[in-house]
């Protein structure tokens, strides 16, 4: 199995980490790999995030270590897709449109 983080996930990761960094240094670097570590965790392990019961396709949700935000993501084919790198109390399901969008881009690879 194979990560793909799609270019807004990509976006919050890079915007978290730069925060982090900005109130202490180092703390970017460890948001970094706390993210890395779920990833990891989740390319061997892909079913142990919470499934999401709102969502159609079987979206997930798994928490990082220490930090306030869970991945949400996808299972696709031999791929873990990463929709969103979502803060526990903002903007709840603001990324809904970002899995639609996912889910349309494997049916066209299909």
Do not use: K
Not at 37 to 50: F, K, M, N, Y
Not at 88 to 93: A, Q, T, V
């Amino acid at each position: 199995m194979i990560s793909v983080l799609l270019a807004a996930a990509s976006s919050e990761l890079a915007a978290a980490a730069e925060y982090y960094e900005s109130r202490q240094s180092g703390l970017g670097g460890e948001f970094i790999a706390a993210f890395n570590d779920a990833v990891q965790l989740l390319l061997t392990h892909s079913r142990a995030g919470q499934l999401l019961p709102e969502s159609d396709h079987e979206l997930r949700e798994f928490p990082l270590a220490r930090f306030p935000f869970q991945l949400i993501y996808l299972l696709r084919r031999d791929e873990l897709v990463i929709v969103a790198i979502a803060h526990n109390r903002r903007r709840p399901f603001y990324w809904n449109s970002r899995v639609q969008e996912a889910s349309a881009m494997y049916r066209l690879a299909a």
